[in-house]
Nanobody, 129 residues
Framework: QVQVVESGGGLVQPGGSLRLSCAAS????????IAWFRQAPGKEREGVSC????????YYDDSVKGRFTISRDKAQNTVYLHMTNLKPEDTAIYYC??????????????????????WGKGTPVTVSS
């Protein structure tokens, strides 16, 4: 079955860390852009970060720069989002998505359209004391 599946969400205190995983099955991430999105209650979905497998480039929204790191484990066919210094405003459902095209700049640029091939079902992250 072709899919991406997120894991690693949970409850964490402000200032804490979490690592989210996006595992792909049924296809190789070698030629894909893999992006993380989030959607908080009552807000629109926003692009958080993106990894371009063709050259290893990484992209981040300004709100997470310096705190989040995206990386890929080629052998595990998995992309990770390591989140540090978490803030209450990071609370959201985090979604992983993949597209066989160079969409990363569009993901972190509001208003630029793009398509997605595969969406995950999301993993919740709650930052609260």
């Amino acid at each position: 079955q072709v899919q991406v599946v997120e894991s690693g969400g949970g409850l964490v205190q402000p200032g804490g860390s979490l690592r989210l995983s996006c595992a792909a099955s049924g296809f190789s991430l070698d030629w894909y852009s893999i992006a993380w999105f989030r959607q908080a209650p009552g807000k629109e979905r926003e692009g958080v970060s993106c990894f371009r497998s063709t050259d290893g480039s990484t992209y981040y929204d300004d709100s997470v720069k310096g705190r989040f790191t995206i990386s890929r484990d080629k052998a595990q066919n998995t992309v990770y989002l390591h989140m540090t210094n978490l803030k209450p405003e990071d609370t959201a459902i985090y979604y992983c998505a993949a597209r066989r095209a160079p969409i990363c700049l569009a993901v972190v640029t509001p208003g630029v359209p793009y398509d997605i091939d595969y969406w995950g079902k999301g993993t919740p992250v709650t930052v609260s004391s």
